[in-house]
T-cell receptor, first 111, second 113 residues
Framework: SQTIHQWPATLVQPVGSPLSLECTVE??????LYWYRQAAGRGLQLLFY??????ISSEVPQNLSASRPQDRQFILSSKKLLLSDSGFYLC??????????FGPGTRLTVL | AQSVTQPDIHITVSEGASLELRCNYS??????LFWYVQSPGQGLQLLLK??????LVQGIKGFEAEFKRSQSSFNLRKPSVHWSDAAEYFC???????????FGTGTRLKVLA
């Protein structure tokens, strides 16, 4: 069966520091991968999605970037964090345009 | 443009009572529809989905949802709520053939003992 991992689970970072969040999927090949952000009391906002290695689509102009160095690895990065980057970050995978399955999330607090 | 509305931000029910969470969507064609549940600090777990066919969909944990095209609704129901159902519930719509889901803002369910 398929499993999705995210780390770290929680992160506290100062403003202006870099960021790297990692997501990996096991048990499937060539998945579509997604990064979402969930702000307190709000729904999910799609940040990036990827349909293959090196293929990244950005949904929202922002301080973040994403990369997909391997088939089942998806990384969310920032060179300099802003206070507004705080939130709960969720990675998800799907096969083609079928159901999306979510990871456990990373709670990011920028101080 | 696609949109999803969950009119109820918070709902409180007693344990053993029935539950209905509302979801209305806006989409020009037949959408893909989903309900997810999120416990505090956790990721989203898929409860059920509708792509086509029978408009009454059964999911995990005793939940079901009914797609009503005429009302653009996909309401989630459970006949008897358990204390462990306390969580936040998200409705989502996906346009067939695309990668994008649009999520509602969620309904937080509280269950009274």
């Amino acid at each position: 069966s398929q499993t999705i991992h995210q780390w770290p689970a929680t992160l506290v970072q100062p403003v202006g520091s870099p960021l790297s969040l990692e997501c990996t999927v096991e048990g499937t090949s060539n998945p579509n991968l997604y990064w979402y952000r969930q702000a307190a009391g709000r729904g999910l906002q799609l940040l990036f999605y990827s349909v293959g290695i090196g293929q990244i689509s950005s949904e929202v102009p922002q301080n973040l970037s994403a990369s997909r160095p391997q088939d089942r690895q998806f990384i969310l990065s920032s060179k300099k964090l802003l206070l507004s980057d705080s939130g709960f970050y969720l990675c998800a995978w799907s096969l083609f345009t079928d159901t999306q399955y979510f990871g456990p999330g990373t709670r990011l607090t920028v101080l | 443009a696609q949109s999803v509305t969950q009119p109820d931000i918070h709902i409180t029910v007693s344990e053993g009572a029935s539950l209905e969470l509302r979801c209305n969507y806006s989409y020009g064609a037949t959408p893909y529809l989903f309900w997810y549940v999120q416990s505090p600090g956790q990721g989203l777990q898929l409860l059920l989905k509708y792509f086509s066919g029978d408009t009454l969909v059964q999911g995990i944990k005793g939940f079901e949802a009914e797609f009503k095209r005429s009302q653009s609704s996909f309401n989630l129901r459970k006949p008897s709520v358990h204390w462990s159902d306390a969580a936040e519930y998200f409705c989502a719509v996906g346009a067939g053939g695309t990668y994008k889901y649009i999520f509602g803002t969620g309904t937080r369910l509280k269950v009274l003992a």
